[in-house]
């Protein structure tokens, strides 16, 4: 699970204690990357802290380069620019719920160039949201 340091404090704060939530066991087990320039240490309660890296674009690279299971990277708008923008991001997973909320930051950078995507799942809920799953086809 990759996390920049304004998510993972959002996460740290509720997740490792959240005991009536079925994904917590699984979420806290996971191991856990903090992008940030700011934090020196990620601890995670009881559970094994995270590690802080300075150069997320590096240490994508180098956790890219590893065999196992794929990285998770949830919220961290700034940081999925970043790394879209560095061709690191493979896919895309976005949950559109029914709720408008008016303003706020873009899903993709502006300004980058064009990045074909191939919708590979459309997946609608029964609460009106949908799942919508790209992936990366070039660029």
């Given at each position: 699970?990759?996390?920049?340091?304004?998510?993972?404090?959002?996460?740290?704060?509720?997740?490792?204690?959240?005991?009536?939530?079925?994904?917590?066991?699984?979420?806290?087990?996971?191991?856990?990357?903090?992008?940030?320039?700011?934090?020196?240490?990620?601890?995670?309660?009881?559970?094994?802290?995270?590690?802080?890296?300075?150069?997320?674009?590096a240490?994508?690279?180098?956790l890219?380069?590893?065999?196992?299971?794929d990285?998770?990277?949830?919220?961290?708008?700034?940081?999925?620019?970043?790394?879209?923008?560095?061709?690191?991001?493979?896919?895309?997973?976005?949950?559109?719920?029914?709720?408008?909320?008016g303003?706020?930051?873009?899903?993709?950078?502006?300004?980058?160039?064009?990045?074909?995507?191939?919708?590979?799942e459309?997946?609608?809920?029964?609460?009106?949201?949908?799942l919508?799953?790209?992936?990366?086809?070039?660029?």
């Amino acid at each position: 699970m990759l996390l920049g340091a304004r998510t993972y404090r959002l996460f740290v704060d509720y997740w490792p204690t959240a005991t009536n939530e079925v994904i917590a066991p699984r979420l806290n087990a996971l191991r856990k990357v903090v992008a940030s320039t700011t934090l020196d240490a990620a601890p995670w309660g009881d559970w094994e802290p995270g590690v802080v890296v300075r150069d997320a674009v590096a240490a994508v690279r180098e956790l890219k380069a590893e065999d196992g299971k794929d990285i998770i990277l949830w919220g961290s708008i700034s940081l999925f620019h970043t790394l879209f923008t560095e061709g690191l991001v493979d896919e895309v997973q976005l949950r559109v719920c029914p709720l408008v909320l008016g303003a706020g930051k873009s899903v993709f950078p502006t300004g980058a160039d064009s990045v074909p995507l191939e919708l590979v799942e459309a997946k609608p809920w029964a609460s009106g949201g949908v799942l919508l799953r790209y992936q990366r086809t070039g660029g």
